[in-house]
């Protein structure tokens, strides 16, 4: 029997305990045999998920008045589903709801808060996320993906990713330090203390072979590399690179490939839910990390679940949170699930991620998905990574950058003009720029 990589470290909390304790032990069995979730029979994953969704309704229903109370208005009279179609039948949580509020679905004393969480929002108002220490150092580390991480104690992993109040910069930290023993480089994303050429010279200097950051920023490190005179593939050799924080294509992460030279993946999660989806291999949609979630789509104007293979929006419920759990939370991303098939032997669901539902561009009478207008712009070598989709009355302009090629801006804009009709039969003006603006922060291409 292979025998499965322990963690590297681990953490008691001292006499804590929760409604999570449970599952240390079916966790421990599953390490004692050599597995991990990822490739048990379905009915194993969702016995396990049902038992902890109703752990955690327990927990709610005990400890928070705004969720007990919305139990009880769908008539609820115990905290408990009888399977997981039952799911459905749980009130929905909306982010406007928890928008700028504490407190509102906070689960535990304010004293056991272990560390704080925001996102900002378009509305100005913060959505904040408290996780206990034992939810970031014992409960979030119990399910193990070996199938899907390779990285080991030998890795170096550079950590480009926000550290500043949302989660994935710690939430990778944490990965890496805790579960793979590997050691980190926390970069963050150009913020005072880390300009880009300094985290280049550091990734050089310790032999960074793991990167963990947005698309956009892997684009921008490769461009800074030429202007510093760092060659990737010579003085900084990646084993593999994680994207997320935005979504993208998979033309445009197949030049990342290239410039890279390594494998380039993407992950898939939120600071509010954590880990949802991650990306084997095989690179056809994300596995759902059913140990961390359990993910529903539903029809987005009605509510109602939708079955496999229907788009709709992902709605998430946490299972190993006590802080504050999410108890079907609304995403505002637009996603299909399918029964895994995927060759890679894993049995958790997969997602085909949409994109978000404000990003999506309504071209006639269509919506399109803007990763798949990325997708057939990037069709295009002479185009480079940079671009704006830009929406006005129902009329696409697609500004983009010229990329190592002889052509006139003229000659390429009539070039994409002609790929985009063609390709998907759409009308758009091209205007090719060359000052399409850089960021540190999330790229904003689209404009509605
Ligand atoms: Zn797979």
Redesign the pocket.
């Known amino acids: 029997m292979k025998k499965v990589q322990t963690h590297k470290m681990t953490v008691s909390i001292d006499e804590h305990s929760s409604h999570l304790e449970q599952f240390k032990l079916f966790f421990k069995q599953l390490d004692d045999q050599g597995k991990t979730i990822e490739k048990l029979p379905r009915e194993t994953i969702e016995d396990y998920q049902l038992k902890a969704i109703n752990a955690t309704l327990a927990h709610l229903w005990d400890n928070n008045e705004y969720y007990r109370s919305r139990l009880e208005e769908k008539g609820f009279t115990e905290p408990k589903i009888n399977n997981l179609a039952q799911l459905a039948s749980v009130p929905i949580l909306n982010k406007d709801v928890i928008r700028g509020d504490k407190e509102k679905i906070l689960c535990v004393d304010p004293k056991e808060i272990g560390q704080v969480h925001l996102t900002s929002g378009t509305s100005g108002k913060p959505t904040y996320t408290a996780y206990t220490l034992a939810d970031q150092y014992v409960y979030d580390l119990l399910p193990k993906y070996l199938e899907l991480f390779k990285e080991s104690a030998d890795d170096v992993a550079a950590i480009a990713l926000p550290y500043e109040f949302a989660l994935p910069g710690l939430g990778f930290q944490r990965l890496y330090q805790f579960a793979f023993g590997t050691a980190v480089l926390s970069l963050g994303k150009g913020g005072y203390m880390a300009p880009i050429d300094k985290s280049l010279e550091l990734m050089k200097e310790y032999q960074a072979t793991v990167l963990a950051t947005t698309p956009s920023y892997a684009a921008l490190l490769i461009e800074e590399s030429e202007k510093c005179g760092i060659k990737i593939g010579e003085d900084i050799r990646m084993k593999k690179i994680w994207l997320t924080g935005e979504g993208c294509s998979s033309t445009f992460r197949d030049r990342l490939e290239k410039w890279w030279g390594c494998e380039v993946s993407f992950f898939y999660g939120s600071t509010e839910c954590g880990v949802i989806g991650v990306e084997?291999s095989?690179h056809?949609g994300y596995?759902i990390m059913e140990g961390h979630v359990k993910v529903e789509i539903i029809d987005p104007e009605s509510g109602e679940v939708l079955p496999y293979r229907k788009t709709g929006e992902l709605v998430v419920t946490t299972l190993l949170r006590e802080g504050m759990p999410m108890l079907r939370y609304r995403t505002g991303d637009l996603g299909v699930l399918q029964k895994?098939k995927?060759d890679?032997g894993?049995t958790m669901d997969v997602l085909q991620l949409r994109g978000r539902m404000e990003h999506m561009l309504r071209i006639g009478e269509t919506d399109y998905s803007p990763f798949m207008l990325e997708h057939f712009l990037m069709e295009l070598p002479e185009v480079g990574l940079w671009y704006h989709f830009k929406m006005n009355q129902g009329e696409l302009t697609i500004e983009a950058e010229k990329f190592k090629t002889e052509m006139s801006d003229d000659q390429l804009a009539e070039k994409v003009k002609q790929h985009m009709a063609d390709r998907i039969g759409i009308d758009c003006e091209v205007v090719i720029r060359d000052d399409i603006p850089r960021t540190f922060g999330k790229a904003q291409r689209v404009f509605t």
């Open positions: 084997c095989k056809n596995h895994s995927c890679c894993l």
